[in-house]
């Protein structure tokens, strides 16, 4: 089985020039194969390798990743079976015509039947939060495209990874300050790769994209279990 992953520059593999930014599709292959090694070691069978995709890319959104023949690559590397993992919301928010209950969720859904009509399984992700905090609380910037996922999930029966639910408590749990270490952040001079200095809450590093990883990790396990 392969796990195959479409989504945009939070999820992707990023240009080692970018180092240590990185999308947590990027860190998946590991922890989801170490939990699905040690659930089968604890039921006494042998554990099935699963094998990642990672067709994400900087800057996609539900209509870019169609149009740029992305969609059309990762369908034509899946296989019967296989789960296809998808994450958009952060550059769709940048477009009228991708509205979170409009152009935005009738593109998931298209991608939701092609799934279906080849024997693939679906599998929908909120939008990772981005960091914000004001006056030490996590402010929302999404609007409301993770609410417009689990909605599309529930109407289409489709497994969801509330990613948005995930990280933001991520965040909160580590606090205004200390969760900086999980994005791409430094001070001038204090990264050969970015030496003016980055800010940004956005995209992760790699300590931030791991962790994430871990949280789909744990929610796939069941889905690949039962297959």
């Not at 209509?63 to 590397?77: I, N, Q, Y």
């Not at 991608?111 to 679906?122: K, Q, T, W």
Request: overall charge negative; proline content about 5%; some cysteine.
């Amino acid at each position: 089985m392969q796990v195959l992953i479409a989504g945009d520059s939070t999820v992707a593999s990023c240009p080692a020039g970018e180092t240590p930014m990185s999308g947590w599709g990027a860190h998946l292959g590991a922890p989801l194969n170490a939990a699905l090694a040690f659930r089968a070691s604890q039921a006494g069978r042998q554990a099935q390798v699963v094998g990642v995709v990672n067709v994400a890319k900087g800057g996609a959104n539900t209509s870019s990743f169609r149009g740029e023949g992305l969609w059309d690559a990762l369908l034509l590397a899946a296989s019967t079976g296989d789960l296809v993992i998808m994450q958009f919301g952060h550059n769709d928010q940048k477009i009228p015509t991708l509205a979170p209950r409009e152009g935005f969720a009738r593109n998931l859904e298209r991608f939701v039947e092609e799934c279906r009509e080849r024997g693939l399984r679906p599998v929908l992700c909120t939008s990772v939060a981005r960091r914000r905090f004001v006056e030490g609380r996590l402010v929302p910037t999404l609007g409301d495209y993770p609410d417009a996922v689990l909605e599309l999930g529930a109407r289409l029966d489709v497994p969801v990874v509330d990613l948005h639910a995930a990280t933001s408590r991520l965040y909160e749990t580590w606090g205004d300050e200390d969760s900086r270490a999980l994005f791409t952040q430094f001070l001038a001079d204090q990264h050969p790769l970015y030496r003016m200095g980055i800010a940004d809450d956005t995209h992760f590093s790699i300590t931030g994209a791991q962790a994430v990883a871990h949280e789909v990790a744990a929610a796939l396990v069941p889905l690949i279990e039962e297959a």
